[in-house]
């Protein structure tokens, strides 16, 4: 069974701190992403990123489909280098309780290649 860590929530000043970029991929962020993931689960929410849990990384975990089956995907140092369109989405946050809003999105994106 893997840890379940505690969201940071809304004022903590943590959330609002810049993360830092993922130098090692080893074993040690293999545990953070598996903690997160569970995290993230039992939450219940479909994204979380490393600064919701205290760790100012640049690393999100999410699912987009977990009610049919489990299939968690990472982006790890993520980055857009093209955005276009835009999709509205009616959205929540697991560091900002009981809110939701309607969010604007881009419809596509290119990460660098």
Same mark, same amino acid.
């Given at each position: 069974?893997?840890?379940?860590?505690?969201?940071?929530?809304?004022?903590?000043?943590?959330? &609002? #701190?810049?993360?830092? *970029?993922?130098?090692? /991929?080893?074993? %040690?962020?293999?545990?953070?992403?598996?903690?997160?993931?569970?995290?993230?689960?039992?939450?219940?929410?479909?994204?979380?990123?490393? &600064? #919701?849990?205290?760790? *100012?990384?640049?690393? /999100?975990?999410? %699912?987009?489909?977990?009610?049919?089956?489990?299939?968690?995907?990472?982006?790890?140092?993520?980055?857009?280098?093209?955005?276009?369109?835009?999709?509205?989405?009616?959205?929540?946050?697991?560091?900002?309780? %009981?809110?939701?809003?309607?969010?604007?999105?881009?419809?596509?994106?290119?990460?660098?290649?």
């Amino acid at each position: 069974m893997v840890d379940i860590i505690k969201i940071c929530t809304y004022p903590d000043p943590i959330l &609002n #701190q810049k993360a830092e *970029l993922i130098k090692n /991929i080893d074993g %040690d962020l293999q545990c953070l992403i598996d903690k997160m993931t569970e995290t993230m689960y039992s939450a219940p929410g479909i994204g979380l990123a490393a &600064n #919701q849990i205290g760790q *100012l990384k640049q690393l /999100i975990v999410y %699912d987009i489909n977990h009610e049919k089956e489990r299939n968690p995907s990472v982006l790890i140092n993520p980055e857009i280098v093209m955005a276009e369109g835009e999709i509205l989405y009616e959205e929540a946050c697991l560091s900002v309780i %009981d809110y939701s809003a309607e969010v604007s999105r881009s419809s596509k994106i290119k990460p660098p290649a």
